[in-house]
């Protein structure tokens, strides 16, 4: 089946730093999503993308849909305290199953004030 | 506010018992889905509805149902079946099966 690896799985990070993650499948998809989840609470959309090449911004936060149409990157730039959370990467292929969305296992995100 | 409610926000279960969880939206979608959500694990497809009166099998149905007898609402019922059910359960719809997915606040299930 369909797999999506989401890479590092954590990271420790100063206020103001920037911060890049990424996310890889292993088959094409059509649509990537990138979601924040904060402690007890449900995912939150950040940025949708449905074109390869597609840069998207949201405030601080860049997303892009890469070229290849299996992979994706997230950077967020200027972090600070409020960015703390697990950042999840989800991906759709094409037609039937495959149009369900696929989850990355996340990136924990920790901010040091 | 528009948003999608589930509820309760904690749910203990007992050996051998029924539990039901409740997912409305107040969104007018067309989708709604359930998902499993283990610790450092991403989320995982339960359920899905495209329309009211309809529904599928996502990755890992066993020893859970649905309903979507109204397009408001998909409850989830995790049945006496599935032997590991302690998980965080999220519940999304949106306005047609393919695009971008809104989620609610989710459900803690744990076994007593």
């Known amino acids: 089946g369909q797999q999506l690896n989401q890479s590092p799985q954590s990271m420790f990070i100063q206020e103001g730093e920037d911060v890049s993650m990424n996310c890889t499948s292993s088959?094409?998809?059509?649509?990537w999503l990138w979601y924040k989840q904060e402690p007890g609470e449900g995912p939150v959309l950040l940025i949708a993308?449905?074109?390869?090449?597609e840069l998207t911004s949201n405030g601080r936060l860049t997303a892009q849909f890469g070229i290849t149409r299996k992979d994706s990157f997230l950077n967020i730039s200027a972090s600070i305290p409020s960015d703390v959370g697990i950042y999840f990467c989800?991906?759709?292929?094409?037609?039937?199953?495959?149009?369900?969305?696929?989850f990355g296992k996340g990136t924990k995100l920790s901010v040091k004030p | 506010d528009g948003g999608i409610t589930q509820s309760p926000k904690y749910l203990f279960r007992k050996e051998g018992q029924n539990v039901t969880l409740s997912c409305e939206q107040n969104l007018n979608h067309d989708a709604m889905y359930w998902y499993r959500q283990d610790p450092g694990q991403g989320l995982r497809l339960i359920y899905y509805?495209?329309?009211?009166?309809?529904?599928q099998k996502g990755d890992i149905a066993e020893g859970y149902s649905v309903s979507r007898e109204k397009k408001e609402s998909f409850p989830l019922t995790v049945t006496s079946a599935q032997k590991n059910p302690t998980a965080f359960y999220l519940c999304?719809?949106?306005?047609?099966?393919?695009?971008?997915?809104?989620f609610g606040d989710g459900t803690r299930l744990s076994i007593l």
């Open positions: 993308l449905y074109k390869a090449g």
């Open positions: 509805s495209q329309i009211v009166n309809d529904f």
């Open positions: 088959s094409i998809f059509n649509t």
């Open positions: 989800a991906g759709r292929g094409y037609g039937g199953s495959q149009g369900n969305l696929i």
């Open positions: 999304a719809s949106s306005s047609v099966f393919n695009q971008p997915q809104h």
